[in-house]
């Protein structure tokens, strides 16, 4: 039993068949990515994962529980935490700003904006996103601006702001989309970081293969809401059926 489970599962919008008798087995501290060609079904998927959509058919159970139908507070709670293709971070607010309000809706449960004022007070608060910003070597920004960051360090905020709900899962969604090759190898550092200091597992959707390589123990391959293959990262790079399906070349070429 994987710390994630996907049995079964089959998601149609009208007459389209998003997902299609989808399982999946995530490995705990693993790193396991989903890759596909554009309309595979990743976002469809990802977002069963996280209890935004339920499926038609099927389950995605989390440590033995169900996420379906749950809210996202009730996500976070149980241990998993998403990052977004464009971060979700407060433009308008500092970089420890953005983390004090992650900590302290860990903290005090689900955030309500008359709390805000009560969160900017809390020492312990401060001293624990100041832990979190040490965490992935932001700590010299935490009186920065966060709308004036480059991309690569508004993914950086927004990963100390996920980690400080002390995940269990930790899903990422293209965490190096729009950014410089730069900016993604600093990226690619940070997870292996992460990886190494905590007791996490990640399930990454990526365009690019370089992430997925650099990171991934396992890759899944999706081709029409399908799973093609599941396999070490060495053996996907060559397999003919994932050539046809990214490439549109004949797996017998």
């Known amino acids: 039993m994987g710390i994630l489970e996907v049995k079964g599962v089959n ?3 009208g007459g389209l068949q998003a997902l299609g008798d989808v399982n999946l087995s995530v490995a705990e501290n693993t790193v396991h990515a989903i890759i596909g060609p554009n309309g595979a079904g990743k976002s469809t998927l990802l977002n ?4 935004k959509l339920i499926p038609d058919t099927g389950s995605v159970m989390f440590q ?3 996420v379906l139908g749950r809210k996202p507070f009730e996500i976070n709670q149980m241990g998993i935490s998403r990052v977004f293709q464009t971060p979700e971070i407060f433009g308008d607010l500092s970089v420890l700003e953005n983390v004090m309000i992650a900590c302290f809706a860990k903290r005090d449960g689900a955030f309500k904006l008359r709390a805000f004022s009560e969160a900017l007070r809390d020492k312990e608060v401060m001293d624990r996103a100041e832990q979190m ?6 700590i010299d920004k935490r009186g920065m601006h966060a709308a004036s960051m480059s991309r690569g360090d508004k993914r950086r905020l927004e990963m100390a702001m996920c980690l400080s709900q002390d995940p269990k899962l930790l899903l990422l969604d293209e965490p190096t989309a729009g950014m410089a090759r730069a900016d993604t190898n600093n990226t690619i550092d ?6 190494q200091k905590r007791d996490i597992t ?3 959707i990526e365009h690019d293969m370089h992430v997925v390589f650099s990171l991934a123990d396992r890759i899944t391959v999706l081709a029409q809401g399908t799973p ?3 396999d070490l990262p060495e053996n996907i790079k060559g397999n003919p059926k994932v050539r046809e399906a990214y490439l549109g070349e004949s797996a017998g070429h």
Do not use: H, T
């Open 202 to 204: 990640m399930c990454i």
């Open 11 to 13: 998601k149609r919008f």
């Open 190 to 195: 940070l997870l292996k970081e992460i990886k």
């Open 48 to 51: 069963c994962l996280v209890g």
């Open 133 to 138: 910003l040490s965490d992935v070597n932001m």
């Open 228 to 230: 093609l293959v599941e």
């Open 64 to 66: 033995g529980q169900s």
